[in-house]
């Protein structure tokens, strides 16, 4: 049961992270409409954030700085969730293309900060 709480479950939270990561560094101009409009250097924050998840990715898998890693990517997330997709949430004519964006970004920031809280047994 280890092995699939502990390696395995690592891996299927950490790969697709990395995936992100890499998708963010291949589409960087596509992706800087997405960033808030209050933001300069729109594609410089898809590159970083791009890095910032395959940093995360790593650190998981790896077991080194994990915990932190996962709190800096919680933390990552929830902005995501509460900044680039919730306002989108809240208009009737983009709620339904936002709202699944929005759930998985808080989905996953709760289980990034729920991993940077748990203690190894």
């Known amino acids: 049961m280890k092995f699939v709480t502990g390696i395995v479950?690592?891996?299927?939270?950490?790969?697709?992270?990395?995936?992100?990561?890499?998708?963010?560094l291949m589409n960087g101009?596509?992706?800087?409409?997405?960033?808030?409009?209050?933001?300069?250097?729109k594609v410089f924050w898809v590159y970083f954030t791009g890095l910032a998840l395959i940093a995360a990715a790593i650190s998981i898998i790896a077991k080194k700085y994990d915990k932190l890693a996962a709190l800096l990517l919680g933390i990552m997330l929830a902005l995501f969730a509460f900044l680039v997709h919730f306002p989108g949430v809240l208009n009737p004519e983009t709620m339904q293309m936002s709202m699944p964006s929005f759930l998985k970004d808080l989905a996953l920031a709760g289980a990034a900060l729920f991993f940077s809280g748990k203690s190894e047994s």
Not at 9 to 24: E, N, Q, S
Not at 29 to 41: E, R
């Open 29 to 41: 101009s596509a992706m800087s409409g997405i960033v808030p409009a209050f933001l300069p250097f």
């Open 9 to 24: 479950a690592r891996l299927i939270y950490a790969v697709p992270l990395a995936v992100f990561g890499l998708l963010h």
